[in-house]
């Protein structure tokens, strides 16, 4: 009788209980709120002081109308439309808005930089680790040979180059 092959809802249990799926799932919802705080970073810090050194304007703000729309709305203005990115939206134009995509990449890099940093300094506390584990020196598992000057192993009686009796070798007191 041929053995019954598992069922695809058992598959997909085995799938997603494996361990690394389980810690992908929880990267992702840590990086989710991660970037939630570098939004925050960027778009409540670091920004103002950006739009402050660039006179006062509102970074995200910074676009070009590519097209005007064919008829304004009602109380909208043509000189609004050239200088307000919501009023633009608003009215309809196509906009290139070239402030926020120089947003999204300062969100990046910032987001990259901080990954970076914690990495290396994960990185950082298992090399200390290891070296801990690495300072004690391996007990030696080879000898010279007193008469041919071979390596041999440290257990051997007799050189296999030069069957010489090696001689016993004194206790550590």
């Known amino acids: 009788m041929a053995k019954k092959k598992p069922g695809i809802i058992q598959e997909f249990k085995t799938f997603i209980l494996r ?4 810690d992908l799932a929880v990267g992702v919802i840590i990086g989710a709120a991660f970037q939630a705080i570098v939004n925050s970073l960027v778009n409540d810090v670091i920004m ?7 006179g006062g304007a509102d970074f995200s703000d910074w676009f070009v109308v590519l097209k005007m729309p064919a008829a304004l709305p009602e109380g909208v203005t043509a000189a ?10 608003e009215a309809g134009a196509t906009v290139f808005a070239y402030g926020s995509f120089i947003t999204a990449i300062l969100n990046f890099l910032i987001l990259a930089i901080i990954i970076f940093l ?3 300094g994960i990185n950082r ?7 801990k584990e690495e300072e004690a020196p391996a007990a030696p598992t080879t000898k010279i ?5 071979s390596e041999i192993a440290i257990e051997a009686t007799r050189c296999p180059h030069c069957t010489s009796a090696q001689p016993e070798e004194e206790a550590a007191e």
Not at 80 to 89: D, G
Request: aromatic content about 6%.
């Open 145 to 149: 040979c007193p008469f041919c000057k």
């Open 19 to 22: 361990g690394n799926v389980m």
């Open 125 to 131: 506390l298992t090399t200390v680790g290891k070296k």
């Open 118 to 120: 914690m990495v290396k």
């Open 48 to 54: 103002p002081c950006v739009g402050a050194i660039f």
């Open 80 to 89: 609004q439309v050239q200088t307000s990115l919501a009023a633009a939206k």
